[in-house]
Every structure is written in C-alpha cells, then in structure tokens.
C-alpha cells in the first residue's frame, strides 16, 4: 500500500467518524424549551433561590431568571449541558430586540438574547 492509499484511507475514516457522530446527535447544542425549565435549572444550581420571573430568548439559546430577592441568573447551554451564572455586574448592551449579557467572569463567553424589543428594553434596565 502506497503512502497516499494510506492518507486516503485516513480521510475517509475521519469523515466517517464525524458523520456517524452527527448522526447519533453529538453535535446538537441544547435549547432552554420553556420558562419551567429555565427556573428548575437556577433553582437547582443555587441553594435557596427561589425564582419570581424569567425570560427566555425566542431561539431557546438562554434565558434570564429573577429571583424574589432581587437576584438575576444566566441560565443558557455550553456545550452539551447547561450552565447557572449568577450577574452581579454584568456587561449588558442592547440592540433593538437583542440583549447581550456578559457576566463578570473573565472566561465566561457572552450570550445573545432575542427576546424582543420590549423584554430587552424592561430587562437592560433592569441589569
């Protein structure tokens, strides 16, 4: 077998693989489906809170979480799980209907939210 059959031959298995791990679903990122989900998820992540009203991002990409002490959360996906980040002093900017959130978390990536142009506008001044 020549060296190029054998570079061929690898190709052609790494394509392979990656497409039987997009068949099987490894590549889907997780979507928050509704407001219950989004408040278990905080709820569970941070003893003693106790969620009061939330908003969800119209494609499920995130969501935002008060609490009945005035606490706000981040609740979105990475990678194939969800993650809770409580916002202390996010960096917020607001463009129409979409909401940036930032959390103070040097590593933390930044989460856009469609959530509409009135929920963006009542939640930017909020945070």
Same mark, same amino acid.
């Given at each position: 077998m020549s060296r190029i059959d054998l570079l061929l031959f690898s190709v052609i298995g790494v394509a392979m693989l990656v497409l039987a791990a997009r068949w099987l679903g490894f590549a889907r990122v997780p979507a928050i489906a509704s407001d219950a989900?989004?408040?278990? @998820?905080a709820a569970d992540a941070l003893p003693g809170? /106790?969620?009061?009203?939330?908003?969800?991002?119209?494609?499920?990409?995130?969501a935002l979480v008060a609490g009945h002490d005035?606490? /706000?959360?981040? /609740?979105?996906? @990475?990678?194939?799980?969800? /993650?809770v980040r409580p916002l202390s002093r996010p960096i917020v900017a607001r463009a129409g209907a979409v909401l940036r959130v930032r959390p103070d978390e040097l590593m933390f990536p930044e989460t856009a939210l469609d959530l509409g142009e009135a929920a963006a506008a009542r939640w930017a001044a909020r945070l």
């Open positions: 989900l989004a408040q278990r @998820l809170f /106790v969620p009061a009203d939330t908003v969800r991002s119209r494609d499920g990409a995130g005035g606490r /706000v959360v981040l /609740v979105r996906p @990475l990678g194939d799980r969800f /993650v």
